[in-house]
């Protein structure tokens, strides 16, 4: 007596699809944003993070760090005086409220220039190995693959002493410099990206300074960063 399967025949196909892969796509390349309350220790941190993840790094590797510098980088791109960075201060009011163009008549807007500046930071952090301070980064980039957003925090009075001892100021002095300098870029995060620049679910980490040293804090973050993208980090 003859026996049918009941189990459809093979497609000759089927093998094909079954071991078909995806294909290989290049890893993100790693970047690093900072957002920072005034005097929490951001640009510091940086540095010491660019010279101990290019130290560790693959071989030829070189981190850089980006605060009011990348507004000169978009200056250069797009072939703008330089004098223009002083109206796009971060921490601070623009000394002018009208448009630039409104000024010369035929350059770009602020706006404008604030958004050739966060086109700038998406550039760059789809290159890699850039860690950034301030400027909104983490919004800039937000939806990048790659990147390890950072928040520093610290009590006001552990940020004043700071200042005051750098500046040789008082301590009401600079309570009132940390206050309007935090003021400032709270506005302009709100002005450009519609965020909240304290919230932390902005981030991957947030990091009081005044507890967690800036050398731990540099180990914290590249234990992260490495554990997202051990090849790249």
């Known amino acids: 007596m003859s026996t049918s399967s009941s189990l459809p025949e093979s497609d000759d196909n089927s093998e094909t699809w079954r071991d078909s892969r995806a294909p290989w796509v290049k890893p993100a390349a790693p970047f690093i944003t900072i957002s920072r309350e005034c005097c929490s220790g951001g640009s510091a941190l940086a540095q010491l993070l660019a010279r101990q993840l290019t130290a560790s790094g693959p071989i030829g590797t070189n981190w850089s760090t980006f605060g009011g510098n990348v507004v000169n980088e978009m200056l250069h791109a797009h072939h703008l005086p330089d004098d ?10 623009p000394e002018v409220r009208a448009t630039i163009g409104e000024i ?43 990147g390890v957003h950072v928040r520093l925090v610290a009590p ?6 700071f200042y005051a001892q750098r500046f040789n100021v008082t301590s009401d002095a600079a309570l009132v410099h940390n206050a309007r300098c935090d003021a400032a870029r ?3 995060v709100t002005t450009y990206f519609s965020a909240n620049v304290s919230d932390p679910a902005a981030y991957d980490l947030v990091i009081n300074t005044a507890h967690v040293p800036l050398a731990e804090a540099a180990d914290m973050i590249t234990a992260h960063l490495r554990a997202q993208a051990p090849a790249a980090a």
């Open 104 to 146: 010369v008549g035929r350059h770009p807007s602020l706006w404008d220039l604030v958004q050739k500046t966060n086109q700038t930071m998406r550039q760059l952090a789809r290159d890699g190995y850039v860690i950034f301070v301030g400027r909104g980064a983490n919004f800039a980039t937000a939806g990048l693959p790659g």
């Open 156 to 161: 006001s009075d552990h940020r004043a002493r």
């Open 84 to 93: 223009f960075a002083r109206f796009l201060p971060e921490d601070r009011v």
């Open 186 to 188: 709270r506005r302009y």
